[in-house]
Antibody, heavy 118, light 109 residues
Framework: QLQLQESGSGLVKPSQTLSLTCAVSGGSISSGGYSWSWIRQPPGKGLEWIGYIYHSGSTYYNPSLKSRVTISVDRSKNQFSLKLSSVTAADTAVYYC??????????WGQGTLVTVSS | QSVLTQPPSVSAAPGQKVTISCSGSSSNIGNNYVSWYQQLPGTAPKLLIYDNNKRPSGIPDRFSGSKSGTSATLGITGLQTGDEADYYCGTWDSSLSVLFGGGTKLTVL
């Protein structure tokens, strides 16, 4: 049973960089054919795709966030990570990691709340 | 304002059927598969439908999906109180990004 677990700082100061990691268990992050995504949800609002990385290392990012986002994979630890720079209060959200295909996501982490505040 | 348009809310009585629409364009729904998600309060979204009309293992056949042109529809029959949740559609867009609809809150009266 594939499981994903987000971890990282729950409080980030404005202008700093948000960093999160998604640990994958029950399957290999090197498995072909899957995308490894980050998706967020501001409090009381809808879902927003941030971006994903394929097993090949190819990345796709939301155009509205592209200049601030980096998603990377650490195969030795079977995990992938998100870095979002120059954060503001608008980046406050529950951040989910997920495994899927081009545009469907079957396996999700439980989510982690990140608050941007001084 | 989401590129994919969903009604903010729908409601129906237990045992009845409800449909939730998701409207897009030729840049997204019109040329790509649609997926649907159920999000119960305080939990992560759950995949209900992928590739327009396929159900992952474990999803009951009360849930169905269809697509026509630039719109997609999620159908739920035999409504139960446990179906009260937010529902989201999602698809790929020619801008090389994944889009989600704004979400629809289902109330089972």
């Amino acid at each position: 049973q594939l499981q994903l677990q987000e971890s990282g700082s729950g409080l980030v100061k404005p202008s700093q960089t948000l960093s999160l990691t998604c640990a994958v268990s029950g399957g290999s992050i090197s498995s072909g054919g899957y995308s490894w995504s980050w998706i967020r949800q501001p409090p009381g609002k809808g879902l927003e795709w941030i971006g994903y990385i394929y097993h090949s290392g190819s990345t796709y990012y939301n155009p509205s966030l592209k200049s601030r986002v980096t998603i990377s994979v650490d195969r030795s630890k079977n995990q992938f990570s998100l870095k979002l720079s120059s954060v503001t209060a608008a980046d406050t959200a529950v951040y989910y990691c997920a495994r899927g295909t081009v545009a469907s996501f079957q396996h999700w982490g439980q989510g982690t709340l990140v608050t941007v505040s001084s | 304002q989401s590129v994919l348009t969903q009604p903010p809310s729908v409601s129906a009585a237990p045992g009845q059927k409800v449909t939730i629409s998701c409207s897009g364009s030729s840049s997204n729904i019109g040329n790509n598969y649609v997926s649907w998600y159920q999000q119960l309060p305080g939990t992560a979204p759950k995949l209900l439908i992928y590739d327009n009309n396929k159900r992952p293992s474990g999803i009951p056949d009360r849930f169905s999906g269809s697509k026509s042109g630039t719109s997609a529809t999620l159908g739920i029959t035999g409504l139960q109180t446990g179906d009260e949740a937010d529902y989201y559609c999602g698809t790929w867009d020619s801008s090389l990004s994944v889009l989600f609809g704004g979400g629809t809150k289902l109330t089972v009266l």
